[in-house]
């Protein structure tokens, strides 16, 4: 099974501010990754695709790089609706499917 | 749209069962594969399974096998996710989430869930 792992754990940023979070695989998934956002009591959404494509509706802020073994999420300039926290998921062996941890953005 | 409604919060004692159901409108049913998440309080996602809704092929995750098991009711559009011999460590919101593409009269696996439904609370205790 491939293991993904998310850093930090937690990132205290300002509004305004650029945050990154990086997620790793255990081995490569070529850019065969996802990056949702979630709200409490809210379900998932999706934000990336494909390593670094914006699903529909998701602000230009948002981007995400890598590949292989590396990826990152940035949020350019953070936004009050975007304290949340971010997970990674590979799906390299469709169909077996895994997330990372977890990264929460909050507010610094 | 694409929407995915599922049943409402479930309280089970320790050994029971639990089904959960997932109805999905705004699109063809047989289209899309759908997934079953789940996550435990305050920890991450945790995928569980896939069912592909046109012809009810499954695939779990290997720590499900023999306690899982997803189906589908194509009449009604909703796909069911079964859960056997609760725990205590099964307490946890469960989604179900769609994937794939349609473009052109063809579908397509994609690899993400997109949309999900608003999850169902299953809590196990005595």
């Known amino acids: 099974e491939i293991v993904m792992t998310q850093s930090p754990a937690t990132l205290s940023v300002s509004p305004g501010e650029r945050a990154t979070l990086s997620c790793r695989a255990s081995q490569s998934v070529s850019s065969n990754l996802a990056w949702y956002q979630q709200k409490p009591g809210q379900a998932p959404r999706l934000l990336i695709y494909g390593a670094s494509t914006r699903a529909t509706g998701i602000p230009a802020r948002f981007s995400g790089s890598g590949s292989g073994t590396e990826f990152t999420l940035t949020i350019s300039s953070l936004q009050s609706e975007d304290f949340a926290v971010y997970y990674c998921?590979?799906?390299?062996?469709?169909?077996?499917?895994?997330f990372g941890p977890g990264t929460k953005v909050d507010i610094k | 749209q694409v929407q995915l409604v599922q049943s409402g919060a479930e309280v089970k004692k320790p050994g029971a069962s639990v089904k959960v159901s997932c109805k999905a409108s705004?699109?063809?049913?047989?289209?899309?594969?759908m997934h079953w998440v789940r996550q435990a309080p305050g920890q991450g996602l945790e995928w569980m399974g896939i069912?592909?809704?046109?012809?009810?092929?499954?695939s779990y995750a290997q720590k499900f096998q023999g306690r899982v098991t997803m189906t589908r009711d194509t009449s009604t559009s909703t796909v069911y996710m079964e859960l056997s011999s609760l725990r205590s460590e099964d307490t946890a919101v469960y989604y179900c989430?769609?994937?794939?593409?349609?473009?052109?009269?063809?579908?397509?696996?994609?690899?993400?869930?997109?949309?999900w439904g608003q999850g169902t609370l299953v809590t196990v205790s005595s």
């Open positions: 998921q590979q799906y390299n062996n469709w169909p077996s499917f895994t």
């Open positions: 989430a769609s994937e794939g593409y349609c473009s052109g009269g063809s579908c397509y696996v994609t690899g993400w869930f997109d949309p």
């Open positions: 705004g699109y063809t049913f047989t289209s899309y594969y």
């Open positions: 069912i592909n809704p046109s012809g009810g092929s499954t």
